[in-house]
């Protein structure tokens, strides 16, 4: 039984144990077994979850229910995934980055032509 989360920045472990269908217990268990899931605490002590720490909670939740992956594998699998999202922003980054520079090369090659004639 999941609730459809209202936008908000911060949720309360209440809020996502009603949006997510994991008990507490489950996802402080959760936050020492995976690194990828780390919610901030606010002064109080008080764990706040952001819309990101929802969807990994439920990334995690499918893997170990629906999947059927063990912890390990659950986590191999987060790894992995990470890597390639990595991987991905890496490369768009290199493809604007070759582009700024070809657009720097043609600006030069003009620049020299200009003053050579």
């Known amino acids: 039984m999941t609730a ?5 920045l911060y949720y309360r472990i209440g809020e996502v144990e009603a949006m997510t269908g994991v008990p507490a217990y489950v996802l402080r268990y959760w936050e020492s077994e995976f690194k990828l899931l780390r919610p901030k605490k606010n002064p109080a002590g008080q764990r706040i ?3 990101r720490d929802v969807d990994m909670i439920m990334r995690i939740k ?3 229910y629906d999947d059927r992956l063990t912890l390990e594998g659950a986590k191999k ?3 992995a995934e990470s ?8 490369g768009l980054r290199e493809v604007s ?10 600006r030069l090659t003009g620049l020299r032509a200009r003053l050579g004639s």
């Open 97 to 106: 980055y070759a582009n700024a520079l070809r657009r720097i090369r043609d």
């Open 49 to 51: 979850y952001r819309r």
């Open 83 to 90: 890597r390639k999202a990595e991987q991905l922003q890496l």
């Open 4 to 8: 459809e989360p209202a936008e908000k």
């Open 77 to 79: 699998r987060l790894l």
């Open 62 to 64: 499918t893997l170990l």
